[in-house]
């Protein structure tokens, strides 16, 4: 049976939201009631439309007697507004009709007033998934760094002894398990490995094999996450503006940068670590979950958007977490959050970290190492450049939205992370903010950038 297109899955959302059963969508589709459900299943779309509107996300509204306290030390009933979020008891209830046929929230005349979480399936959305999972099935995949390693450590040295790639793949398969011959090929022609093209035996009689599109995370975790689908869920989602993330490097194999900002405030933040790696990534998203407190993370980091680099490869462990991983750590609780992705190569898809950049690297400028750094040069850094005021909002500061937005919360999730307002007479955009040390960094990038590379001093003439 042929593909399934975007006329049918428009019928698809027309129908469930008439209220119809599977079994009949499926006749009048001419295709199976279990391709119907599985179209449902595996494209329907988280939404936090009016969730929490009434205190019936409890599980335990209809049976309790209980009082709470709030945080203010009032006395809080059942029938208090909100009083779910303060009861050691809560527990939230779950909807049958996701469970169950029709598994999404189309259709449903309580949806209106409904606290719970809820799933919609639309049908615009749903192309959008299945042609990116389509185009990510013919995709390149970049390694990972650990096997790429690996595979150096073997294949370099042989190929510069005269062997061939299939010998070498041969005597080693347990490294090279799972990639085909032309794909190392392909890489040696990339680069990824110390030897190169010309070592190779036989080297320019062969075709050079057909670059592909590559992508640096695994290409599963971007199924589903692609910037096209962000857009569809943004429509359900309308009052939020994504955060974006990037990495800013120093030098090779020094410390980095992890970046974000907040479009709506232009608040940026900054992170150092040593490695660029996913774990890295997830330990920085574990500690602004502690520092901001569940509410304020959900708020600030309902949608992350974010490139295609291997440190954001592992987007789950952003959007989860592990509540007790002493006692429990298989068990994964969700953050509330989405994780989303630029299309490879498409800076301009997140323009606000990009052009942030521009400004950063009139203090920490390309080329220069950040090896001297130290967190706390960082925030300093970054509190500089967030006191700074903006023309394109009308001459306010970063800064000062950000906490106009958040109120006192707001300005305590930044004292945390030792963010300060700096008077508009001291701020400084200069690499001399971080020190003499920094500042002659700094101007050795500047000359290498221009072409003039130290040179040995010599005595004066006779």
């Known amino acids: 049976m042929s593909q399934m297109k975007t006329v049918d899955r428009d019928r698809i959302e027309f129908l469930v939201s008439l209220g119809w059963s599977l079994p009949k969508i499926a006749a009048d589709l001419g295709r199976s009631p279990s391709t119907i459900r599985s179209e449902l299943l595996g494209h329907r779309l988280d939404s936090d439309k009016g969730y929490g509107c009434s205190n019936r996300l409890c599980a335990h509204f209809d049976e309790c007697?209980?009082?709470?306290?709030?945080?203010?030390?009032?006395?809080?009933?059942?029938?208090?507004?909100?009083?779910?979020?303060?009861?050691?008891?809560?527990?939230?209830?779950?909807?049958?009709?996701?469970?169950?046929?029709?598994?999404?929230?189309?259709?449903?005349?309580?949806?209106?007033?409904?606290p719970l979480k809820k799933k919609f399936y639309v049908a615009t959305a749903a192309q959008a998934g299945y042609e990116t999972t389509l185009r990510l099935s013919r995709t390149g995949i970049h390694p990972s760094d650990d096997d790429i390693g690996r595979m150096n450590a073997v294949l370099s040295p042989s190929i510069r002894k005269g062997q061939s790639v299939s010998a070498v793949m041969s005597a080693h398969g347990d490294v090279f398990k799972g990639f085909g011959r032309s794909t190392v090929y392909g890489w040696i022609e990339a680069g990824l490995f110390s030897a190169k093209g010309h070592d190779l035996p036989y080297s320019g009689r062969s075709r050079k094999p057909k670059p592909r599109p590559v992508t640096k995370t695994n290409a599963r975790c971007r199924i589903g996450r692609t910037i096209r689908e962000m857009r569809e869920w943004l429509k359900a989602h309308p009052d939020v503006v994504p955060c974006e993330l990037d990495t800013v490097i120093g030098s090779v194999s020094g410390k980095v940068l992890f970046t974000m900002i907040f479009p709506k405030s232009g608040l940026a933040l900054g992170f150092l670590r040593d490695q660029k790696t996913s774990q890295t990534c997830t330990r920085i998203f574990n500690m602004l979950w502690t520092v901001a407190g569940p509410k304020l993370f959900r708020r600030l980091f309902a949608a992350i958007l974010t490139d295609n680099g291997t440190e954001f490869s592992d987007p789950d462990m952003i959007e989860r977490f592990r509540p007790d991983p002493d006692h429990n750590p298989t068990k994964l609780v969700s953050r509330g959050v989405r994780v989303w992705f630029t299309d490879p190569y498409c800076s301009s898809q997140k323009p606000h970290i990009e052009n942030f950049h521009l400004m950063l690297r009139r203090i920490l400028q390309k080329g220069t190492s950040f090896n001297m750094l130290t967190q706390e040069s960082v925030s300093l850094t970054f509190s500089h450049l967030n006191s700074y005021p903006r023309e394109t909002r009308d001459g306010k500061t970063p800064y000062d939205l950000f906490v106009s937005e958040l109120g006192d919360e707001g300005r305590r999730f930044l004292d945390a992370l030792e963010i300060r307002r700096i008077p508009a007479a001291q701020v400084t955009l200069h690499p001399f903010l971080l020190g003499q040390k920094f500042q002659r960094a700094a101007d050795k990038a500047t000359l290498r950038k221009n072409g003039v590379t130290g040179q040995k001093k010599t005595g004066p003439e006779k």
Do not use: I, Q, W, Y
């Open 65 to 114: 007697l209980r009082r709470t306290f709030s945080a203010h030390g009032e006395v809080l009933r059942k029938n208090s507004r909100g009083c779910f979020e303060s009861c050691p008891d809560f527990r939230e209830a779950t909807c049958h009709r996701l469970a169950r046929p029709p598994f999404v929230c189309n259709g449903c005349e309580h949806e209106r007033g409904c």
